[in-house]
């Protein structure tokens, strides 16, 4: 599994970099890989997730702003 090295921090948009070595055996699912951001020093904890479980998920995501234009044009989906 394919961990970065660095990530765009959420909070400031400066690189964060990763402070979890990676393990002998590679990253597993579940395993958490920590990241300190450069610009606002925030320390991000983050779990590896299973990539087809995360595409399943993302597809199945409620989308507010759908949801929101719906409303607005009075499309109720039912």
């Given at each position: 599994m394919d961990i970065p090295a660095t990530i765009t921090c959420i909070?400031?948009?400066?690189?964060?970099?990763?402070?979890?070595?990676?393990?002998?055996?590679?990253?597993?699912?579940?395993?958490?890989?920590?990241y300190r951001c450069a610009g606002c020093l925030d320390r991000w904890d983050l779990v590896v997730?299973?990539?087809?479980?995360?595409?399943?998920?993302e597809a199945a995501a409620f989308d507010l702003r759908q949801w929101l234009a719906d409303r607005q044009s009075g499309n109720t989906g039912a």
């Open positions: 909070d400031c948009g400066a690189d964060a970099h990763r402070l979890t070595p990676e393990p002998e055996d590679g990253w597993e699912v579940g395993d958490i890989v920590a997730a299973d990539p087809e479980e995360s595409a399943r998920s």
